[in-house]
């Protein structure tokens, strides 16, 4: 069997899968029991005082969703009109820090009894206020770090400010750093040093306003005279959904690869809770041991160890990497650290224990243990990251209606899918071939 594709291909399902990111939005009604209302004669700025306004907001960024081709849309699970009891929050505004502590506070406090603010802990938060200005906040607002799933969202804010404050829910920075205005984004020298941790966006400032400004800035160069390249990275920047350029003229209609790539790391583990299903990570040339691979591979990679391996495959079994090792796109360091093994079984109870060199070996100590007796090595393996093989991915991580991304590539190896799954290949063409 040969399967050839670049984009997506549905494997043993015949509905479009998504993984959804659950959104609940929460309405702050004056005393009087209304809506929050724009003032602004835009209707663009309507954004959120109707329910279809909302419904229809959110729809508009699934389209923008679809349109970046990575599997993820957004699930509208519920809009909450809350109690007039809670009309002193009608006018609060996203922009002021008291008002989120005090928030929180209150949320956090109702949280495990009357719940009346309607926390969700599996959904991302978002609470609609009659603050106008357009705009809303995470909190805490983007600086490190940056998770949070509570959003406040002015009434009037633009087309894609809930996916804006959505991507700092999921530990995006802005373009122009962890910061929010260039003065708060300079260091004590005046320098604007804070990066986006984002490896493949070019510099940006909340100061620069065109795309000549981070040109000249990146490139030496006016934005006409780069390369077809360069000016892509440029764009990427300006028309950036976590740019400042909206006023600019920028579109706010995309996320570069590494930004994407970052979000679905968090989605598969710090905020796993809000996502229906998680990403699967599969490059043949991955560097690092996956979780499954491990315990077949040990044997090899202690060979040179003090002790037999039972006592490194016994201290994995006993210690095995956990959840947070299995999804991630990039290997980490995991410890095997076995300590002094215990007295064999058969060593006679009274011999001391660990034996002193002085009175010989014990009886019935094992025939592959080093005598004298010598303390097992710590021992460090990268694991977790990519799955080397579409095999390894679907038996040792995939679940039903997850996504497996594929970097380019030929992939050899026995091919039966008997998962609900999503198979989307990344920067290119990915072939499958049986064997
Ligand atoms: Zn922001």
């Keep these: 069997m040969l399967l050839v594709f670049g984009g997506f291909l549905l494997a043993a399902h015949d509905a479009a899968a998504w993984i959804q990111w659950r959104v609940s939005v929460k309405v702050f009604r004056n005393a009087a029991g209304n809506w929050p209302a724009s003032a602004d004669s835009n209707p663009e700025r309507h954004n959120f005082d109707a329910q279809s306004n909302i ?9 923008l969703l679809a349109s970046m081709g990575w599997g993820y849309q957004f699930e509208l699970t519920e809009i909450v009109e809350l109690p007039t009891s809670l009309s002193n929050w009608f006018n609060a505004d996203p922009y002021d820090d008291q008002t989120w502590t005090d928030l929180e506070r209150e949320i956090d406090r109702h949280r495990l009894t009357d719940n009346v603010y309607r926390y969700r802990r599996e959904a991302i938060n978002v609470y609609i206020s009659n603050a106008q200005g357009g705009g809303g906040a995470t909190s805490p607002r983007p600086i490190l770090p940056v998770l949070s799933d509570l959003i406040i969202m002015r009434v009037d804010a633009g087309k894609t400010t809930f996916f804006h404050e959505f991507g700092h829910a999921m530990d995006l920075c802005h373009t122009h750093g962890c910061c929010n205005t260039c003065d708060d984004c ?3 020298f005046g320098v604007e040093s ?11 400032s909340d100061c620069w306003h065109s795309t000549n400004e981070i040109a000249l800035e990146n490139f030496n160069q006016f934005y006409a005279a780069l390369s077809a390249g360069q000016r892509r990275q440029v764009d990427d920047v300006f028309h950036n959904l976590m740019s400042y350029h909206r006023d600019d003229g920028g579109l706010a209609n995309r996320l570069t690869h590494d930004q994407w790539d970052h979000m679905v790391d968090i989605a598969n583990a710090a905020r796993r809770e809000i996502s229906s299903g998680t990403t699967v990570f599969v490059d043949k040339d991955a560097l690092g041991l996956s979780p499954c691979e491990l315990l077949s591979q040990l044997a090899g990679l202690v060979e040179h160890l003090p002790g037999p391996t039972s006592w490194y495959t016994d201290e994995l079994n006993a210690h095995p990497p956990g959840p947070e090792y299995y999804l991630r796109r990039t290997c980490n360091t995991f410890p095997i650290d076995p300590s002094t093994p215990p007295r064999p079984p058969k060593v006679p109870s009274d011999w001391p224990w660990p034996p002193p060199d002085y009175l010989g070996k014990p009886p019935e100590y094992p025939s592959d243990w080093p005598w004298p007796l010598l303390d ?29 991304q594929i970097k380019a590539g030929t992939y050899v190896g026995p091919l039966r899918i008997t998962k609900r799954l999503t198979l989307a290949t990344d920067r290119g063409t990915v072939r499958l071939q049986g064997n």
Excluded: M, W
Excluded at 194 to 204: E, F, G, L, Y
């Design 55 to 63: 419904v229809a907001h959110i729809a508009e960024n699934n389209r």
């Design 186 to 188: 300079k260091d004590e």
């Design 194 to 204: 804070s990066s986006d941790r984002i490896a493949d966006t070019v510099r940006d």
């Design 376 to 404: 097992p090595a710590l021992f460090e393996v990268c694991v977790g990251g990519a799955y080397k093989t579409v095999a390894d991915a679907i038996n040792c991580a995939a679940q039903e209606g997850d996504r497996l």
